[in-house]
């Protein structure tokens, strides 16, 4: 299908809704009752059990009695784009809608910690982790925190500074960060995580940069700075970023690389230091290069296409539409890209006169995972259309649409 960028946005809105923004994740299979539970008492079990439930061509879950949720991360990505569109002038109901998400979020806040995090609701077991329900963790609190900060920008209501001034202190004093001096500065993904995690390393160091950009605490910003600085210095010859140090870590993947790409790019906009401009340049021509096939999808890592996944997909799109605030030519990859995902991928569910439709998760070589999910696909794939299309009309940065002011929300030093 051709792609009617206004109206693929409008017809995933319409989905969302009426789902009332909840479904299945990849990783709630350790979320099933009795007697399924018992696999949670093995590790090895549990990812074997994990990935069955995830990777299952039909959904069994529902057999197991795991049920959909709605997640802080979709609530984050849908107050953005929802921020997005009201800065864009599209939706007259979009600021409405963005203080209904960002309640909501504030609502999902984990008690307990020095600063406000937020949390899967569901225990899940990876190569890395081992995490119980409700845990905190720096990425879903980096991507919170983010839309708390666009709020702010927009309205410059103190509130949202506070909460997401208040993320800088539980990333600094309940996760932690190693202190590798002259090569920078790493943070914790969970509580004693020891995992050297490169994207998230890049996405923390950006935000504690914009943060203090509005705070006015050069020490932060100094701190967020050499969290960038390790993620330059580690960054491989060729201009790409593996996942994470060491040999279990050792793979080059599409959205991982546009979380660091858009980190630096952030950085790059902010700060325009010369070490950060030419880690960018090498990372990107790495990307262009290496990531996308003749015919414009995104590969899941550089070796291969498959699979063909929303939220890969998704971060191509929204990498792209932020390159355009370097350079408007990238505007053009963006709209065949997006062209080539939403044949591969989008599924219209409804025409008429309220047209709805969603995202497949993933297209392997020789199956297909129709099941949409909201956290893993839909919200951050509305939150890329929505980039794609204020890259169409040339919208800055929210930051660099309201001044940056000092003193605001200062709580304390880091």
């Known amino acids: 299908m051709h792609v009617d960028l206004v109206s693929l946005e409008t017809e995933l809105r319409c989905w969302l809704d009426e789902v009332g923004y909840a479904s299945w994740d990849p990783y709630d299979g350790l979320s099933c009752g009795a007697p399924w539970s018992i696999m949670r008492r093995s590790r090895l079990a549990a990812r074997a059990w994990t990935q069955?439930?995830?990777?299952?061509?039909?959904?069994?879950?529902?057999?197991?009695?795991?049920?959909?949720?709605?997640?802080?991360?979709?609530l984050s990505d849908l107050a953005s784009a929802a921020l997005l569109r009201h800065r864009l002038e599209i939706d007259p109901q979009a600021l409405s809608a963005a203080h209904q998400f960002l309640e909501r979020l504030r609502t999902e806040v984990r008690p307990g910690f020095s600063g406000a995090c937020w949390a899967l609701a569901t225990p899940y077991v990876t190569r890395y982790i081992d995490s119980g329900p409700n845990e905190p963790n720096l990425f879903w609190t980096l991507n919170a925190a983010v839309s708390f900060l666009e709020a702010y920008e927009l309205e410059g209501r103190a509130a949202d500074l506070e909460l997401a001034r208040s993320s800088v202190d539980f990333i600094v004093r309940d996760l932690g960060f190693v202190d590798e001096g002259d090569n920078g500065v790493w943070f914790r993904y969970f509580t004693g995580h020891d995992a050297v995690v490169y994207n998230?390393?890049?996405?923390?160091?950006?935000?504690?940069?914009?943060?203090?950009?509005?705070?006015?605490?050069?020490?932060?910003?100094?701190?967020?700075?050499?969290?960038?600085?390790?993620?330059?210095?580690?960054?491989?010859?060729?201009?790409?970023?593996?996942?994470?140090?060491?040999?279990?870590?050792?793979?080059?993947?599409?959205?991982?690389?546009?979380?660091?790409?858009?980190?630096?790019?952030?950085?790059?906009?902010?700060?325009?230091?010369?070490?950060?401009?030419?880690?960018?340049?090498?990372?990107?021509?790495?990307?262009?290069?290496?990531?996308?096939?003749?015919?414009?999808?995104?590969?899941?890592?550089?070796?291969?296409?498959?699979?063909?996944?929303?939220?890969?997909?998704?971060?191509?799109?929204?990498?792209?539409?932020?390159?355009?605030?370097?350079?408007?030519?990238?505007?053009?990859?963006?709209?065949?890209?997006?062209?080539?995902?939403?044949?591969?991928l989008?599924?219209?569910?409804?025409?008429?006169?309220?047209?709805?439709?969603?995202?497949?998760?993933?297209?392997?070589?020789?199956?297909?995972?129709?099941?949409?999910?909201?956290?893993?696909?839909?919200?951050?794939?509305?939150?890329?259309?929505?980039?794609?299309?204020?890259?169409?009309?040339?919208?800055?940065?929210?930051?660099?649409?309201?001044?940056?002011?000092?003193?605001?929300?200062?709580?304390?030093?880091?």
């Open 200 to 344: 998230v390393a890049a996405l923390t160091g950006a935000l504690l940069e914009r943060v203090a950009r509005h705070t006015g605490e050069r020490n932060l910003e100094a701190l967020g700075g050499r969290a960038l600085r390790f993620v330059l210095r580690h960054q491989n010859a060729d201009g790409s970023w593996y996942y994470a140090r060491g040999s279990q870590g050792r793979w080059v993947d599409g959205f991982h690389t546009g979380y660091v790409l858009e980190a630096l790019l952030q950085s790059a906009r902010v700060h325009d230091r010369d070490e950060v401009r030419r880690g960018l340049q090498r990372g990107v021509e790495f990307y262009l290069q290496n990531m996308f096939t003749p015919e414009h999808l995104p590969r899941y890592t550089a070796d291969s296409l498959y699979p063909i996944e929303v939220q890969n997909c998704a971060q191509a799109i929204q990498t792209l539409a932020k390159l355009c605030w370097l350079d408007r030519a990238f505007l053009t990859r963006a709209e065949d890209v997006t062209q080539a995902v939403v044949d591969s």
């Open 346 to 414: 989008y599924r219209r569910v409804r025409s008429g006169e309220r047209p709805a439709g969603y995202f497949l998760t993933s297209r392997g070589r020789w199956f297909r995972n129709a099941l949409p999910m909201v956290r893993w696909g839909e919200a951050p794939m509305l939150l890329a259309l929505t980039y794609l299309l204020a890259a169409r009309h040339g919208l800055p940065p929210s930051w660099e649409q309201t001044p940056a002011r000092s003193g605001d929300a200062r709580a304390g030093t880091s």
């Open 52 to 74: 069955f439930i995830k990777s299952s061509p039909i959904n069994v879950r529902p057999l197991f009695g795991i049920r959909p949720r709605v997640l802080s991360k979709s």
